[in-house]
Nanobody, 124 residues
Framework: QVQLVESGGGLVQAGGSLKLSCAAS????????MGWFRQPPGKEREFVAT????????YYAESVVGRFTISRDNVKDTVYLEMNSLKVEDTAVYYC?????????????????WGQGTQVTVSS
């Protein structure tokens, strides 16, 4: 079992930055690929970014390429999502998730463990 707790969300103006954190506890964090997903208001949950077990491979949704960076610290059992040049359309509840296995994935169905989410609101 993996417990995930997100933090770092909030209200920011368009063009601003936020850094989300996801602290993991439970089974060995370093063996799990991790992902960030988001659910905009009134829409379905969507993929944002994923990182493999070592941090050596990352993959992003096209909408965030060049603006968001996913990273992890396997000593601190934490995964991060640094978000720059935020847009109003980035407003959503952001979730981190852990999957069994070390390879990243954009498919939400491959993730077994989910955090409770953190709200990010970008104002114009």
């Amino acid at each position: 079992q993996v417990q995930l707790v997100e933090s770092g969300g909030g209200l920011v103006q368009a063009g601003g930055s936020l850094k989300l954190s996801c602290a993991a506890s439970g089974r060995t964090f370093g063996s799990n690929a991790m992902g960030w997903f988001r659910q905009p208001p009134g829409k379905e949950r969507e993929f944002v970014a994923t990182i493999n077990w070592s941090g050596g491979n990352t993959y992003y949704a096209e909408s965030v390429v060049g603006r968001f960076t996913i990273s992890r610290d396997n000593v601190k059992d934490t995964v991060y999502l640094e978000m720059n040049s935020l847009k109003v359309e980035d407003t959503a509840v952001y979730y981190c998730a852990a999957k069994l296995g070390g390879s990243g994935s954009a498919m939400s169905g491959e993730y077994y463990f989910w955090g409770q989410g953190t709200q990010v609101t970008v104002s114009s």
